[in-house]
């Protein structure tokens, strides 16, 4: 209500004798029911869960397969294709904080403020996504330089547009409810989608396209490089083929994406605070940046984050190489990477059920821990089918953790960000958009680090074996270097101050909070019925 009109109700009554008022013209004073507590169905955690899968789908996609499609199948030139994919990613880190700027200046409407994101973005992206698995008819000669420039666009684009998609979805896991208890119900649903996201791409992508592979064959003196014969006999179909295969794979992936941002749009309703709807306008970006950088344990939870995540991207970066290397388990890295992926997907309902059981911190040093004996285990053994499957099943258990817990540990990050700062709406995007900058970043400084070491190493490109010092670099990239990487991340984790108690002490203060912006919602009606009964 307004400051004067709540001065002039309670002057009119003052002003009264105490018996013009009877007992029976009194104001009655009506006793708030306290309001219940507000409970996401089953339906729409899943609904909202579901939205996760398109980033992931296309993700896995991108990763696992990109560098192979541009050398192999769109025919570019491998220095230019290095250039596409690390411009890309650098691209792709640099899009979240500028899209979290703008989500921050976006306004309430009828769909919300991070809804119409998600709607508009779809479309572009899918039909980027499309045009990135596309091989022109360019002039011949040219397929590399005219390429490199079609799969630049393309690819940042793509990154541009699915970060409009999944910077606001990230940041709605803070408007879907303001209990910290359904907040996590629904990260644990996300995450285990998200896990299902990464298994199905992988699946997709390598089931349709896994013949685009290009054959290596041990030349006349003895060393092992990719047959340049076999390349330049390949027949015109057999290229188209695969070339469709691409198309069809991602056809069949932008379907899904469709599908799934169409669930999240029908069954989530974005809410908006009580206390923030009172606020006039959103704080100005770079002040609510300042803010942000400033706030203790969002620092310390990025800082541990990001040492944990460099850590399994450095084995996820590095996987495929030390399986067909290392190990000389060349056919079953597919294989591999699916028990990975499924003993995570089944293990994060555990995960869930550990956090609200025993707190998110004792969750995060046992299960980023349990990964250290296994890389141990695979640093000292020697080549094992079975132990190595053993050790890919225990390595999802910790995958799973640290794909749940960032998510479900900054919307308390948030709360207490918002007890210390009431006066300061729409900073919730820039809390997930800078987290998923600093994610990509150490995805960025794994590659770099990883290939720097890999050519100080000698190795050699797109060989059927490597020299012993490569074989090695991989294993001290796969086990010993990300062991070191968890251990530093969990001395961080230390100082993160936000444990149990007192996440119960933000509940309580900002139940308080909302309680208190509703029942100044409701002041206005109590001084009309005042001024009737005058």
């Known amino acids: 209500m307004a400051k004067g009109e709540g001065a002039e109700s309670g002057s009119a009554a003052g002003l009264l004798p105490t018996s013009i008022l009877q007992a029976s013209e009194r104001p009655v004073q009506v006793k708030k029911e306290p309001k219940k507590k507000q409970q996401l169905s089953i339906c729409n955690k899943l609904c909202y869960a579901v939205g996760g899968a398109p980033y992931q789908l296309t993700g896995c996609a991108l990763g696992f397969f990109l560098q192979i499609y541009l050398l192999d199948v769109a025919k570019v030139e491998p220095l230019p294709a290095s250039v596409i994919l690390f411009v890309g990613r650098a691209w792709d880190a640099f899009t979240d904080p500028l899209v979290g700027f703008c989500i921050s200046k976006s306004s309430w409407t009828r769909l919300g403020r991070l809804m119409p994101w998600i709607i508009f973005s779809t479309p572009l992206a899918i039909i980027a996504y499309f045009l990135i698995w596309y091989v022109p008819d360019f002039p011949s000669g040219t397929e590399s330089s005219h390429g490199f420039l079609w799969y630049l666009l393309f690819y940042c684009l793509f990154e541009t547009l699915v970060t409009c998609f999944h910077v606001p979805y990230s940041a709605l896991t803070m408007f879907i409810s303001t209990e910290q208890s359904e907040r996590d119900s629904a990260t644990a649903y996300r995450m285990t989608v998200e896990v299902l996201g990464t298994v199905i791409g992988t699946a997709i992508q390598g089931q349709i396209v896994g013949q685009a592979k290009a054959p290596c064959l041990q030349d006349q003196n003895g060393s092992v490089v990719v047959s340049e014969v076999a390349n330049r006999t390949q027949s015109t179909a057999s290229l188209k083929d695969t070339q469709h295969a691409y198309l069809l794979a991602a056809g069949i992936i932008a379907s899904i994406y469709v599908l799934c941002a169409v669930i999240l749009i029908l069954g989530v309703r974005e809410q908006r605070e009580l206390y923030e709807s009172q606020q006039a306008e959103s704080m100005p970006f770079f002040q609510g940046l300042r803010l942000v950088m400033g706030h203790g344990p969002y620092v310390k939870l990025i800082a541990g984050f990001l ?52 707190g998110k911190k004792t969750a995060v040093y046992i299960g980023i821990s349990s990964a250290v004996p296994f890389l141990i285990l695979v640093a000292l053994m020697e080549r094992n089918l079975i132990v190595t499957y053993v050790v890919a099943v225990a390595a999802g258990v910790s995958v799973a ?26 900073t919730e995007p820039i809390f997930f958009s800078f987290y998923v900058f600093f994610t990509k970043f150490a995805s960025g400084v794994s590659l770099g680090v990883s290939t720097l070491s890999l050519d100080f190493a000698k190795y050699q490109r797109q060989g059927c074996s490597q020299p012993e010092q490569v074989k090695f670099t991989l294993k001290m990239l796969v086990t010993m270097a990300p062991i070191i990487l968890i251990l530093l991340g969990l001395l961080l984790f230390k100082l993160y101050p936000i444990d149990e108690e007192k996440r119960r002490q933000n509940k309580k203060a900002l139940q308080a909070l909302r309680e208190e912006a509703s029942s100044s919602g409701c002041s206005d009606t109590d001084s009309t019925e005042l001024a009737s009964i005058l």
């Open 307 to 358: 040492f944990t995540s460099l850590a399994f991207m450095l084995v996820e970066g590095n996987f495929a190489l030390f399986c067909t290397y290392t190990l000389d388990f060349r056919n079953e890295f597919q294989n591999l990477l699916l028990a990975i992926m499924l003993s995570a997907t089944f293990t994060i309902p555990i995960w869930q059920w550990f956090l609200t059981r025993f």
């Open 401 to 426: 953790a640290a794909f749940l817990l960032p998510w479900s540990m900054l919307p308390d990050v948030i709360d207490d960000f918002h007890l210390k700062h009431p006066h300061s709406p729409g």
